[in-house]
C-alpha cells in the first residue's frame, strides 16, 4: 500500500504559476504509473500527466507544453509544474499511483484556482 498526499494548490491570476508536489509514504521507484489528475466541478476526473517508471511521461493536450511532471525516486515524490495557467485549469489536483490490474491509489486533492 501507499499513502498519497499532495500539496502546493492555491489561487493564483490567470497566466501565473504553481507547483504542486505529491509524496508518497514509501518508494516509488517499483510504481508502475505516478500520475497527476484533475476534476473540475460538475466534470470528469480527468488525466492531466503521467510519469511511468521506465522514464516516459505523457500529457493531457490540454497542458502540453505548460504543464511538466517530474518524478524523483530519491524522494519519495512526483511533482507538477503548472505554468501559463489559465481560469479553465481551475480544478481540485489529485495524485495516482497505480500499476494495472493490480492496485490504484489516490491522495486526497489539492485544490487550484485561476483567477481571470
Known amino acids: 500500500q501507499v499513502q498519497l498526499v499532495e500539496s502546493g494548490g492555491g489561487l493564483v491570476q490567470a497566466g501565473g504559476s504553481l507547483r504542486l508536489s505529491c509524496a508518497a509514504s514509501?518508494?516509488?521507484?517499483?510504481?508502475?504509473?505516478m500520475a497527476w489528475y484533475r476534476q473540475a466541478p460538475g466534470k470528469r476526473r480527468e488525466m492531466v500527466a503521467i510519469?511511468?517508471?521506465?522514464?516516459?511521461?505523457n500529457y493531457a493536450d490540454s497542458v502540453k507544453g505548460r504543464f511538466t511532471i517530474s518524478r524523483d525516486n530519491a524522494k519519495f515524490t512526483v511533482d507538477l509544474q503548472m505554468a501559463s495557467l489559465k481560469p479553465e485549469d481551475t480544478a481540485v489536483y489529485y495524485c495516482?499511483?497505480?500499476?494495472?490490474?493490480?492496485?490504484?491509489?489516490w491522495g486526497q486533492g489539492t485544490q487550484v484556482t485561476v483567477s481571470s
Open positions: 495516482n499511483a497505480r500499476k494495472v490490474f493490480q492496485y490504484s491509489y
Open positions: 514509501r518508494s516509488i521507484s517499483s510504481i508502475e504509473v
Open positions: 510519469s511511468t517508471s521506465g522514464g516516459s511521461t
